[in-house]
């Protein structure tokens, strides 16, 4: 009889130890993707205020006739742009690089975390 109970006892105990287990495996799972979630949407933020930014110099320089310098307070200034937009990830700095060539209608726009951020990249 004791027999009995001593191997109710250990399924028990094994039952606690696979819940245990799988509510371990499900945080382990989870976690990582609840980070990756957040760096998603910096990384869409930025590639979103890099797209407004572009439109912005294209319209700076189709409006007047004149190549983009790279100081996005101008672009404000200008009314071109609502913010001087910064990156919103914690990187070497904060300050898009924009510039723009009215000759050759060329517009370049980088994230200054690209680095460290590779998909904070303007397609
Ligand atoms: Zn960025």
């Given at each position: 009889?004791?027999?009995?109970?001593?191997?109710?006892?250990?399924?028990?105990i094994y039952t606690f130890i696979s819940i245990i287990a799988f509510i371990a495996l499900i945080?382990?799972?989870?976690?990582?993707?609840?980070?990756n979630v957040k760096e998603r949407e910096k990384q869409e933020d930025c590639i979103a205020k890099m797209e407004?930014?572009?439109?912005?110099?294209?319209?700076?320089?189709?409006?007047?006739?004149?190549s983009f310098n790279g100081d996005l307070v101008e672009l404000v200034r200008t009314g071109y742009l609502k913010h001087a937009y910064e990156c919103p990830e914690d990187g070497v700095g904060d300050k898009y690089?924009?510039?723009?060539?009215?000759?050759?209608?060329?517009?370049?726009v980088k994230c200054p975390n690209?680095?460290?951020?590779?998909?904070h990249k303007l397609k």
């Open positions: 009889m004791p027999k009995v109970k001593d191997k109710k006892k250990k399924f028990s945080f382990i799972l989870l976690i990582p993707r609840f980070f407004k930014i572009h439109n912005a110099i294209e319209n700076y320089m189709s409006d007047r006739s004149q690089i924009a510039s723009g060539n009215f000759e050759t209608g060329e517009v370049e690209e680095k460290d951020f590779p998909e």
